[in-house]
């Protein structure tokens, strides 16, 4: 079964500052990786995924991950963090059969604070 | 707007009821999933189900049951069974099959407090 893991519980990081969030994965086959964004009491907005082809991508809100296959891991960065970046951020991987999802395993989160 | 409509926002629950959360989604999505998030948990899931009339157990499905009747409607009941049901419960849907169906999106989530 695959699995998600979010190494960091709590980052912080002042406002300006470059930010990443790291996210290590254990899947047999080729991944489908997410990350999403929830601000508190607040339900789950995706920030970016990757499925296949550039190993790097964009998001919204100024964001982009790196998938690195030989470490198993999706990072996501971001090169100056504002304060409305505060959140709690979620990396998953989807598995599928039958052609169908069959739902997302999340990692516990890491809670992103910024300092002013 | 299309999206995804939980209700209610919040819920209280007295020991050894049932109760029922509602999601709807307008996006003309196949699957549907319900997840509980509790603190330093992440999320977990509970049901999904990728198309009418069928659904599947997740990882935490005791003390839960859903039903499919419609395309856009994915009930949750947490029964009396669920010994610890007091948590945020967050509904998604995807389309289903290829490229399309790779996204999962959420709704905004309910809170159960069992009182």
């Known amino acids: 079964a695959q699995s998600v893991t979010q190494p960091d519980i709590h980052i912080t990081v002042s406002e300006g500052a470059s930010l990443e969030l790291r996210c290590n994965y254990s899947y047999g086959a080729t991944p489908y990786l997410f990350w999403y964004v929830q601000s508190p009491g607040q339900g789950l907005q995706l920030l970016l995924k990757y499925f296949s082809g550039d190993t790097l991508v964009q998001g919204i809100k100024g964001f982009e991950a790196e998938f690195k296959r030989s470490q198993s891991s999706f990072n996501l960065r971001k090169p100056s963090v504002h304060w409305s970046d505060a959140a709690e951020y979620f990396c998953a991987v989807v598995e599928y059969s039958g052609g169908g999802a069959d739902g997302l395993t999340f990692g516990k989160g890491t809670h992103l604070i910024i300092q002013p | 707007d299309g999206g995804i409509t939980q209700s209610p926002k919040y819920l209280f629950r007295k020991e050894g009821q049932n109760v029922t959360l509602s999601c709807e989604q307008n996006l003309n999505h196949d699957a549907m999933y319900w997840y509980r998030q509790d603190p330093g948990q992440g999320l977990r899931l509970i049901y999904y189900?990728?198309?009418?009339?069928?659904?599947q157990k997740g990882d935490i499905a005791e003390g839960y049951s859903v039903s499919r009747e419609k395309k856009e409607s994915f009930p949750l009941t947490v029964t009396s069974a669920q010994k610890n049901p007091t948590a945020f419960y967050l509904c998604?849907?995807?389309?289903?099959?290829?490229?399309?169906?790779?996204?999962?999106?959420f709704g905004e989530g309910s809170w159960l407090t069992v009182v």
């Open positions: 189900s990728q198309i009418v009339n069928d659904f």
């Open positions: 998604a849907s995807s389309p289903y099959g290829g490229q399309s169906g790779n996204t999962i999106y």
